[in-house]
């Protein structure tokens, strides 16, 4: 039974005054405070939020904020929720955490033959998990055994704007189909109900036209592969599209691309959109790339790493023969059981809960140089998990390669001031650039 919860943690009542003073704001005289003192947060004030957002005007209600607890939901939620572009959140550490005692969603609806199956499959991952960790293998690495329906815990605080969307795709868009989903999304949209009554009913058409992937049917085996990186796009004269944007501005001196690499606020960088095909990186790294917000995602679902079978195989496995066999053999294992769960008729969105971390799959993403500075400040640096760390050197390269002028001055943190890791740091800093 699926005993997963979404609880609205902290809201702001007030707030409903303030998102009606900016509904009157555009079209009224007075102050901005004169304004506010007419808004008394009553039933006023919602007639006219409902009829300003009946009106396409949404932008009022990105004023409302919430604070929301996922709890004991599974990793598969965890990632639908944090594609979430415009909100923020803090997740359990699976590097840092033991997760062998999270225990695991099970599906709505399972006949008992088929929980059986189910149960047995994940028992033994959790125990492959503990095995490894027994073994030496560090748990930042031991994680890549736990399934997609593990369970996870995490904070996300939101506007309200951003909530609805999000509430209408769990619904009627693309996380309709996946029971848990369903079921949390329901959750919110009850919660959000109590302070803005019959908005998001208002927006659920839009998100009824979604169209989804049909999910893949068959499972392999798979392999080992390796990460890697494939620039699909560049500017075709990135430093001439610079350099007039320097000269435009009037900030930096045309040329002086240091000096706009170390500014605060270097905005001209944004002018410049690279795109990329990211390979064969694992579900948890995945989750990595997703929590950089300044960027645009097309992430295939999670029934696609499972079904292609390829995973990641750290190096603290590989240096240990005994849990290399535990490590493969459980990929092994959980491919044939995934295909037997197919057969015995447990439905494809459930059947992705059977996706294990260390699956792999590609996903194409698209960021400005701007964002790129920041992405490679925390993804080259030493402290960076490691595949995501190799995944970042291979697209610096790729950059450095298009658009040396730029990118050969990119790095770590270090290389740009002291670094930010503190007693944490590895003591070994690049040369500044």
């Known amino acids: 039974m699926i005993n997963s919860k979404a609880i609205i943690i902290v809201k702001n009542h007030d707030a409903l005054r303030v998102a009606a003073s900016s509904a009157r704001i555009s079209t009224q ?145 693309r996380g309709r189909d996946y029971g848990e989903i369903r079921a949390l999304g329901a959750q919110l949209k009850a919660q959000f109900d109590e302070l803005y009554p019959g908005v998001i009913d208002a927006e659920k058409g839009r998100f009824a036209g979604c169209a989804v992937a049909p999910l893949p049917g068959g499972i392999k085996a798979g392999e080992v592969r390796e990460g890697g990186a494939e620039l699909l796009s560049a500017p075709d004269a990135p430093m001439a599209l610079l350099n007039g944007a320097l000269g435009f501005s009037g900030r930096i001196a045309e040329g002086d691309i240091r000096a706009l690499i170390l500014d605060a606020r270097p905005r001209e960088l944004e002018l410049l959109n690279y795109a990329f095909r990211i390979k064969n990186i694992s579900l948890a790294c995945l989750t990595h790339f997703a929590r950089h917000r300044i960027q645009t995602q097309v992430i295939p679902a999670v029934m696609t790493a499972l079904a292609g079978g390829n995973y990641v195989l750290p190096e603290t496995v590989r240096a240990v023969p005994e849990a290399e066999a535990v490590y493969r053999a459980a990929f092994a294992d959980q491919a044939k059981l995934a295909e037997c769960a197919i057969a015995r008729g447990i439905k494809p969105e459930d059947v992705s809960y059977f996706a294990l971390s260390g699956h792999q799959l590609d996903i194409l993403l698209g960021m400005n140089a701007r964002e790129l500075m920041h992405f490679m400040k925390l993804r080259t640096c030493s402290r960076a998990q490691w595949e995501i760390r190799g995944v970042a050197g291979k697209m610096l390269d790729l950059l450095a390669e298009n658009t040396p002028e730029i990118f050969r001055m990119y790095g770590p943190s270090c290389r740009f001031g002291p670094c930010p890791e503190g007693r944490m740091s590895c003591g070994k800093p690049q040369p500044r650039i």
Request: glycine share 6%.
């Open 29 to 173: 005289p007075g102050t901005a405070m004169e304004i506010f003192e007419k808004s008394l947060g009553d039933e006023r004030d919602l007639k006219l939020m409902n009829k300003v957002l009946s009106s396409g005007h949404k932008s009022v209600i990105e004023h409302q904020t919430f604070s929301i607890a996922f709890n004991d939901v599974s990793v598969l939620v965890e990632q639908f929720v944090i594609e979430a572009r415009l909100a923020s959140f803090t997740v359990k550490s699976r590097r840092y955490v033991d997760f062998s005692g999270a225990g695991y969603v099970v599906p709505d609806g399972l006949s008992e033959e088929q929980a059986s199956l189910y149960d047995a499959a994940m028992q033994a991952r959790f125990a492959d998990y503990e095995k490894l960790m027994a073994l030496g293998v560090p748990k930042e690495d031991a994680r890549f055994l736990l399934p997609y329906c593990l369970r996870s815990n995490f904070f996300m605080t939101v506007n309200a704007r951003e909530l609805i969307a999000l509430v209408c795709a769990m619904l009627h868009g």
